[in-house]
C-alpha cells in the first residue's frame, strides 16, 4: 500500500479502488501533461454542490444572499488551502522541479486546487454519495460554527454603515506609501473619519487589502471610544 493510498484512509477517510486516480489527483501540471487539473473542475462542482445542500439544511431561515456569501466563504481557494494543510497535503503533492524550488508545495492555490482534484477523483471512484461524506467529514467543523451576516460583511461596509446610521462623515481613504518591488508591493493606506477626529493606517498587498486593514482598525477605535465625536 503507497503513502498517499494510506494517507487517504487515515486522513480523508477513504480508501480508492483506482489508485489511479488519487495519483492523478496529486499530480500538479508542472510535474506531468497528464495532470489534475480535469479533476480539479469536477471537484469544484461537487464541493460547491455539498456545501450549498449542507447550507440550506442547516440554515432554514437564511435568503439567497445570505447562503451565497457564506458558501463563498466555506468554499474560496484560502477555506481550502487551510483544510489541505491541516490534512498534510502538501507532503503529497506532485511538483515538478521548477515549483518544488520555489516553495509550491506550501503555495495555497496549488494546495487548494489539488484539495478540489481529489473531491473529483473520490466522485469518480466511489460517487456522489462518497464524495459527499468526506466533504462533510472535512467541514464538520467549520459547519457547525457557521458565521453570521455580520461577520460576513467586510470592514469597509461595516464602518460605512456605523457611520451612516449615526450621521457621521464617511471615511476617506488615501495611499500615503507603497514599497516593495512590483511583484511584492506593500500598500499604507490611511483612513481618516473627519467627525470623529479618527486617522488610522493599514498595510496590505493591494490598495483594497491595505483599505480594508484600515477600516478594521478604524471601526475598531470608533467602537472602542464609543462613536464620540471629537472636540471641535
Not at 497528464?34 to 464541493?47: P, Q, S, T, Y
Not at 470592514?155 to 518591488?181: C, D, F, I, M, N
Request: hydrophobic residues 45%; glycine residues 12%; proline residues 3%.
Amino acid at each position: 500500500m503507497t503513502t498517499a493510498v494510506r494517507w487517504a484512509g487515515d486522513r480523508l477517510g477513504y480508501h480508492f479502488a483506482d489508485p489511479g486516480l488519487l495519483d492523478l489527483a496529486l499530480t500538479h501540471r508542472s510535474a506531468s501533461a497528464r495532470n489534475n487539473e480535469r479533476l480539479e473542475f469536477l471537484g469544484d462542482a461537487v464541493l460547491g454542490l455539498v456545501i450549498a445542500d449542507a447550507l440550506y439544511r442547516r440554515r432554514p431561515d437564511a435568503g439567497e444572499g445570505l447562503l451565497s456569501r457564506i458558501r463563498s466563504r466555506l468554499v474560496r481557494g484560502e477555506t481550502l488551502a487551510d483544510i489541505a494543510r491541516d490534512l498534510g497535503l502538501a507532503d503529497l503533492v506532485r511538483l515538478g522541479s521548477g515549483e518544488t524550488r520555489t516553495g509550491g508545495h506550501q503555495r495555497s492555490s496549488i494546495l487548494s486546487n489539488a484539495l478540489e482534484a481529489l473531491l473529483g477523483a473520490i466522485y469518480l471512484d466511489g460517487g456522489m454519495a462518497a464524495a459527499e461524506a468526506v466533504v462533510l467529514r472535512l467541514y464538520a467543523g467549520r459547519l457547525a460554527d457557521l458565521p453570521g451576516e455580520e461577520a460576513l460583511t467586510d470592514p469597509k461596509t461595516r464602518l460605512q454603515e456605523w457611520l451612516q446610521a449615526r450621521g457621521e462623515q464617511l471615511p476617506v481613504y488615501a495611499v500615503k506609501h507603497v514599497a516593495g518591488s512590483a511583484h511584492a508591493q506593500v500598500f499604507e493606506v490611511v483612513c481618516e473619519i473627519g467627525s470623529l477626529g479618527v486617522v488610522v493606517g493599514g498595510h496590505g498587498a493591494s490598495r483594497r487589502t491595505a483599505e480594508q486593514d484600515a477600516a478594521q482598525r478604524a471601526l475598531a477605535e470608533v467602537l472602542a471610544a464609543g462613536g464620540t465625536p471629537a472636540a471641535p
